[in-house]
């Protein structure tokens, strides 16, 4: 009797814990420009403009997020943001009046990118005239080196993409099974993720049908 209590309370914590993890709704990430974040690479005195060519930018992406290291004055002064696709032609645009301290800054885009870009264009522009920021990324080849007014920097700079809204891991889980088969064997697919949930499911059953006989 107490054996089966005992599996009565964790099954339903853990069904009630699950259900609340995958119900919490935040801002979600859809992509990154695949650029580790490793050191201060780009300095924007004021007045100065960034550019990284060769950028992807994943699909879904309505905010741009970045990270300020170093400022003069503490804080983040505005930023604008311009994205263009190979051909140079103007897809979205954003603006941030600033943050009082560094860190993590979200530029949000209008309109939203909702095709995948392989070979776009980033450019971000510091506002302030008197304001130095220093941003961070990460080293990389010379072809694909951010251009601060023209002249190559050290690295490129780390970007992280942003999905639209507030949203739960429910109503991602599409697109979660469907990264979850990318960059494996071919046979592995979107399937393979639900699969799985299956066979762990059905583990969970097995093993508590035989805590159950072992109680008898």
Known sequence: MRVRVVLGVAVAFVAVAVGIALSQRAPRMSGTN???????VVSLSGGSQSCQAHTYVAPGTAAVQLVVVESASGGVPPLSLRLRDGAGVLLARGRIAGAPHVGTVTVPLRPAVRAERRDAS???????????VVLKGNVGPREHLALVDGRPAVGVVSLRYLRPGRESWWALLPQIARRFGLGKAPFVGSWTLPLLALLLGALWIAV????????A
Do not use: K, Q, Y
């Open 34 to 40: 695949f650029v580790v974040l490793t050191g201060p």
């Open 122 to 132: 980033v450019c971000l522009r510091n506002e302030s005239r008197t304001t130095t």
């Open 208 to 215: 508590v049908r035989m805590l159950l006989r072992a109680d």
